[in-house]
């Protein structure tokens, strides 16, 4: 049995894209996308409107997973027409290249410690600092983990986490952040304006509530489930983090699909320049990566995510707030 550093030397073979699929992936799904808001647009029945209008929020999941795999560089590397298309999705989806990539990489490298700035994941308070903290802090914390909070993510976790705080942090650094929210914003009051409330809703709203929320529930839930572990910054090992502090989430095909494999995140935290498309390869090669902690999108395994919210240091497990009282 394969662990630590080993498993992740076994698994580079498989880091190796296949280009011919990463651009028949990437180009299909834009257009799948492109599609299914166009459809919100000419179809005449408002029921059909708002089925379409789902669909394109879920493909939007699909090819932000794109995205973050060519942020990634496990795919369409050294491409100049994939730099100028991810470049563009990432204006179009409130994350640009220069925030989402330094936020990210930051939660890579630094997933599960316990003692670490929450840059690109959701703050983690241990039983003894969440007792200290003021009666301000506590909201504030319990505030950002909230269920409406996650739900709400295209206000919480893009338009403010992503653009506006990242920009009023750093001008210089993140002022692709300030043009994203104001291209998106100059959009969505046009498509009001010239098309109507109905369009603006199907065609712009409603696809970017949806993809955020979904986006935000799985980045929460792949780090927030029973069983997760978190680790003091001397104890912290990369390989042990991605095992221990990175869930499996089982999904059917047909969401397996749309989210881009990324339910095999403990895989893709062992070896983020691993193509999506190939993270169910490495899963069933490997049967070290078949015993992980695991979770789904049933509502009984969501509830039990979405309660959890302190570290107990004595029980080594995270906790919702009535066992903390």
């Known amino acids: 049995m394969l662990s630590g550093k080993e498993l992740i030397l076994a698994t580079k073979p498989f880091a190796k894209e296949i280009r011919s699929k990463s651009w028949f992936y990437a180009l299909s799904t834009i257009l799948f996308l492109i599609i299914a808001l166009a459809a919100t647009v000419v179809v005449p029945i408002f029921a059909l409107k708002i089925l379409f209008s789902i669909v394109a929020g879920m493909l939007m999941v699909r090819m932000f997973i794109i995205y ?50 929450s840059i690109g994941s959701y703050p983690i308070a241990t039983k003894k600092k969440y007792q200290e903290m003021s009666g ?12 409406l909070t996650i739900a709400l993510g295209y206000f919480s976790m893009f338009i403010f986490g992503m653009c506006i705080a990242s920009f009023v942090s750093s001008p210089r650094k993140h002022f692709d952040s300030l043009i994203a929210l104001v291209i998106h914003i100059t959009l969505s009051v046009l498509i009001f304006v010239f098309c109507g409330w109905q369009i603006w809703f199907c065609l712009f709203f409603l696809p970017f509530l949806i993809a955020f929320a979904m986006g935000a529930y799985l980045f929460y839930a792949q780090h927030n489930f029973p069983g997760v572990t978190f680790a003091e910054n001397n104890d912290w090992a990369y390989e042990k983090a991605a095992m221990e502090s990175s869930s499996y989430m089982k999904m059917s095909p047909v969401m397996a699909w749309l989210t881009g494999n990324i339910g095999y995140h403990h895989i893709h935290h062992l070896n983020s320049k691993i193509p999506f498309y190939r993270l169910p390869e490495v899963m069933a090669h490997f049967k070290e990566l078949q015993h992980c902690k695991r979770t789904s999108l049933k509502i009984g395994e969501v509830i039990a995510c979405l309660r959890l919210k302190i570290w107990d240091q004595d029980k080594k497990q995270m906790v919702g707030l009535n066992e903390l009282r």
């Open 136 to 147: 301000r802090q506590k909201f504030e914390y319990l505030a950002i983990r909230h269920p």
């Open 68 to 117: 973050h795999d060519h942020q990634h560089h496990s795919i369409l590397t050294h491409s100049k027409p994939a730099n100028f298309i991810m470049t563009v999705f990432g204006f179009f989806v409130l994350s640009p290249t220069s925030i989402w990539k330094r936020s990210h990489d930051h939660h890579h490298n630094n997933n599960s410690k316990l003692f670490s700035a």
